[in-house]
């Protein structure tokens, strides 16, 4: 099973030629600083405790089922070993060429990436015009980004459109449709009305619920949402 003392090992020389990236547990790094969309790389398990899987994840903190900061979100992809190296996607601890590897690969693959989506706008549309991930963004997370874009008639449109697919005076046992469908009442008043400031206050709240009191609190800045009028 790979522990966290390997993922230490692994992630050390890394961490200390990028300052910007930041070890918060879990197995994942973070890009900081951190606004309203995470930008992370996961180091995870495998079945064989000789391997493990690199990936690289773009993660809402605001959207409507969100639920934790650890999430890995709709959008992400794989780091693999370099072509002349065995392995393809598994990286095996037995195999000492991962450590320098792993940093190349990372540095080359999903760094330039993740830096290059340095604002919310830039996460957001990356995610909607690219077809090769677009097909992985639900209804939730279509209606989020519209209304923290200011997309406030598109983000109405969605709205109505989830309600008209749900059964009337349906129940909600399952805990996760209660929480989402709790927060979806919550939006309906400030969109109908268009009410920007009640909106952002919304998903501002929804993502301080998420990042108080994590690990990556500290690397948190509280920004403004392009809602607000911000590019």
Known sequence: MTTARQIKGLSAPLLARNPDLVDSGRKTLWLAPIDHVGRKIL???TSNPDCCVVSWHVVELFMP???????LGR??????????FPGGR????????????????VEADALPLLRSLDTTRKCLEF????PQRSGYLNHHWHLGACIALGEIERAQELWSELRR???????YEN???????MRL????RPLRSGDREALCALLAQWEAEILVGSPVEPYWLRTAFPLEGVR
């Open 185 to 188: 009442r919550a939006l309906e």
């Open 65 to 71: 089922d969100a639920r934790s900061w650890y999430g």
């Open 165 to 171: 697919s749900d059964v009337a005076e349906r129940t």
């Open 90 to 105: 598994g990286w095996y601890w037995s195999d000492p060429t991962i450590y320098e590897d792993f940093v190349d690969r």
């Open 75 to 84: 959008c992400g992809g794989d780091v693999s070993r370099s072509e002349h």
């Open 175 to 181: 805990p996760a449709e209660q929480f989402v469908e």
């Open 127 to 130: 995610q909607r015009s690219d």
């Open 43 to 45: 180091i995870d398990r």
